[in-house]
């Protein structure tokens, strides 16, 4: 199912961007399967500190636990951008989940929709803002191939073969059925408290 459920996404959809594990990232990954029905969800967390600030250019220079240095831009979205000090720790939460629904004799259009929203801090807060959306996509059903383990799906731009692994989804799956991919995603990023020094220690 799981195979099923990368394929058509990916397919279908066109244009879902794939999950790319982040350096400097833990990172976790679960798959939930079902007849006719799997998701699999993706997780990381990346803690960096803040190294160096240009407020003229509104950039941060970050430095991740392995080492990692990276300048990035920061858009207008993060309000309290003059509240962020050198020595401050950000964090950045990552999340994806992975949809693929089989719909028995499904009557709906072929389509692809999406939706976004985002949130920021308020005024006197820590920086922070936060993001996400959407992507969902319908497709038929055109051709099942049992032998050869191969679902053609025709989504709203092409259509696309898929080679299944499981022999158990694929007896469910028939011409005149849809296939429905949800693909959602989340990020959000916050400024922490830098962690107090440890006192030296003196004999």
């Given at each position: 199912?799981?195979?099923?459920?990368?394929?058509?996404?990916?397919?279908?959809?066109?244009?879902?961007?794939?999950?790319?594990?982040?350096?400097?990232a833990t990172a976790e990954k679960v798959t939930e399967t079902s007849p006719g029905k799997g998701t699999i969800t993706n997780?990381?967390?990346?803690?960096?500190?803040?190294?160096?600030?240009?407020?003229?250019?509104?950039?941060?220079?970050?430095?991740?636990?392995?080492?990692?240095?990276?300048?990035?831009?920061?858009?207008?979205?993060?309000?309290?951008?003059?509240?962020?000090?050198?020595?401050?720790?950000?964090?950045?939460?990552?999340?994806?989940?992975?949809?693929?629904?089989?719909?028995?004799?499904?009557?709906?259009?072929?389509?692809?929709?999406?939706?976004?929203?985002?949130?920021?801090?308020q005024p006197g807060e820590r920086p922070g803002a936060a993001a996400g959306r959407q992507i969902t996509v319908i497709a038929?059903?055109?051709?099942?191939?049992?032998?050869?383990?191969?679902?053609?799906?025709?989504?709203?731009?092409?259509?696309?073969?898929?080679?299944?692994?499981?022999?158990?989804?694929?007896?469910?799956?028939?011409?005149?059925?849809?296939?429905?991919a949800t693909y959602q995603e989340a990020m959000a990023v916050s400024v922490e408290p830098a962690p107090k020094a440890k006192?030296?220690?003196?004999?």
């Amino acid at each position: 199912m799981r195979k099923l459920i990368l394929s058509a996404a990916i397919a279908a959809a066109a244009s879902i961007p794939a999950y790319a594990q982040k350096p400097d990232a833990t990172a976790e990954k679960v798959t939930e399967t079902s007849p006719g029905k799997g998701t699999i969800t993706n997780t990381a967390k990346i803690t960096a500190s803040v190294e160096a600030i240009d407020s003229a250019a509104r950039t941060v220079t970050l430095k991740g636990p392995r080492g990692k240095v990276v300048t990035l831009a920061v858009g207008p979205e993060v309000k309290n951008f003059a509240q962020v000090k050198v020595g401050d720790r950000v964090v950045v939460r990552y999340a994806e989940a992975l949809t693929l629904e089989l719909k028995k004799d499904g009557k709906e259009l072929r389509q692809r929709s999406e939706r976004e929203g985002s949130a920021v801090a308020q005024p006197g807060e820590r920086p922070g803002a936060a993001a996400g959306r959407q992507i969902t996509v319908i497709a038929d059903v055109t051709a099942v191939d049992r032998k050869k383990m191969i679902v053609t799906l025709r989504g709203p731009k092409q259509t696309v073969d898929l080679k299944l692994r499981d022999p158990e989804q694929i007896k469910l799956v028939k011409i005149g059925d849809q296939v429905e991919a949800t693909y959602q995603e989340a990020m959000a990023v916050s400024v922490e408290p830098a962690p107090k020094a440890k006192a030296a220690v003196t004999k």
